[in-house]
């Protein structure tokens, strides 16, 4: 079965510091990955999606990720964090069987000031 | 602002009750999954309807049911609730609930079991 991790549940970062949050896929062939941000007390927003093409995507607020084929990854990053990023980010994916979306554990994402 | 509405945003009762949440999708959108999100579970796929047919069905007890309507709002029934359902239920909704497509989540309604 497919499966997402996102190894960090949690990370600080200074406000205009660079950010990279890390996801890995388990799946066999090319997956539809997602990226979606919660902030507190809202719904899940999507940041960004990959289904094929170019494996470097970007998304709304500045944000952007990478899809890595031989690393299983599919990792978000944004140059300069502000400090309306802080959030639950989450990488979701989809596989050919089913449309409904595979979620990692999230990453909760604190930025000081 | 996704376009997705769920009422009611808090919910709480006690064990035992039955409750039903509500979601309406965006215009034009065919497709509904239930989501729930608790905090030993994490983000977790109920079951989904396309166009008031079930399509696919996740991690859903037998005390929980859901039913999408004619005019394509969904609602996700909780019966003989305990206190392990206690959760943010979240409602989305694509197109046509294809793969790859993007699901928009509503802001969910967040269940507490007393």
């Known amino acids: 079965a497919q499966s997402v991790t996102q190894p960090d549940i949690h990370i600080t970062v200074s406000e205009g510091a660079s950010l990279e949050l890390r996801c890995n896929y388990s799946?066999?062939?090319?997956?539809?990955l997602f990226w979606y941000v919660q902030s507190p007390g809202q719904g899940l927003q999507l940041l960004l999606k990959?289904?094929?093409?170019?494996?470097l995507v970007q998304g709304i607020k500045g944000f952007e990720a990478e899809f890595k084929r031989s690393q299983s990854s599919f990792n978000l990053r944004k140059p300069s964090v502000h400090w309306s990023d802080a959030a639950e980010y989450f990488c979701a994916v989809h596989t050919g069987t089913a449309s409904k979306l595979t979620f990692g554990t999230g990453t909760r994402l604190q930025v000081t000031l | 602002d996704s376009g997705v509405t769920q009422t009611p945003k808090h919910l709480i009762t006690a064990t035992g009750q039955r409750v039903t949440l509500r979601c309406s999708p965006r215009?034009?959108?065919?497709?509904v999954y239930w989501y729930q999100q608790s905090l030993d579970q994490g983000l977790q796929f109920l079951i989904q309807?396309?166009?008031?047919?079930?399509?696919a069905k996740g991690n859903i007890l037998e005390r929980f049911s859901a039913q999408q309507f004619p005019d394509l709002h969904s609602e996700l029934n909780l019966s003989s609730l305990e206190l392990g359902d206690s959760a943010l239920y979240f409602c989305?909704?694509?197109?046509?609930?294809?793969?790859?497509?993007?699901?928009?989540f509503g802001p969910g309604t967040r269940l507490l079991v007393l």
């Open positions: 990959y289904f094929s093409g170019d494996t």
């Open positions: 309807y396309y166009n008031g047919e079930e399509r």
């Open positions: 989305a909704s694509s197109v046509v609930g294809g793969i790859g497509e993007t699901q928009y």
């Open positions: 215009s034009g959108d065919l497709s």
């Open positions: 799946y066999g062939a090319t997956p539809y």
